[in-house]
């Protein structure tokens, strides 16, 4: 097991086994398999426990036969909206994130997110993790996307629009 992550055996008769995993923080259980020396793979019944699932092995045919336990876990990161952004001149959204911009994804999931300025403003920069890009023009909406490697933060700079105009005498 990766150092954090934890499996305990809760109930063992001869014919049942149940166990609890749980993932360290920033990890989740991508797959469980009980493997029999055959290689063949027994179906195991799965429930949610805080922070983690119940598995139950059984065997209606007597004792569980020798085998091995395999626990994969997965990376999981939090894509979020910067708290600081101006919302009074633009706004980032990110695709599938709930009500406070926060989206769980696995390592190099595809994270999708818009940056608007708001009538009057423009974008002048966005920041994705340690990566800023910055715009000239009147720039008012982008739509991108990046691959998840880490806990990102997404912001953006927002300035009034700067109009131009010429008068020309006859």
């Known amino acids: 097991l990766s150092q954090g992550n934890s499996i305990s055996i809760t109930d063992v008769e001869g014919d049942i086994i149940e166990f609890n995993i749980t993932p360290r923080e920033g990890y989740e259980i991508e797959k469980v398999e009980y493997k029999l020396l055959n290689n063949a793979v027994r179906d195991m019944v799965s429930s949610p426990i805080s922070g983690g699932m119940k598995y139950k ?4 045919d007597g004792a569980i036969p020798n ?16 708290e600081d952004i101006d919302t009074d001149k ?3 959204t990110i695709s599938g994130s709930d009500k406070n911009g926060v989206l769980k994804v696995k ?11 708001l009538k009057g403003y423009q974008i002048d920069s966005i920041t994705i993790g340690d990566v800023t890009q910055t715009y000239s023009g009147n720039t008012e909406a982008i739509s991108d996307i990046f691959a998840a490697q880490s806990n990102t933060k ?17």
């Not at 092995?57 to 209606?60: F, G, I, K, R, V």
């Not at 395999?70 to 909206?81: D, E």
């Not at 390592?107 to 300025?117: F, I, M, P, S």
């Not at 997404?154 to 105009?165: N, V």
Request: aromatic share 12%.
């Open 67 to 82: 085998g091995t336990l395999l626990v994969t876990f997965s990376s999981v990161y939090t894509i979020s909206v910067d």
């Open 107 to 117: 390592d190099g999931d595809t994270v999708n997110y818009t940056v608007t300025a």
């Open 154 to 170: 997404i912001s953006a700079e927002f300035s009034k629009k700067k109009f131009g105009l010429s008068l020309g005498y006859k």
């Open 90 to 92: 633009g706004t980032v």
């Open 57 to 60: 092995l059984s065997n209606e």
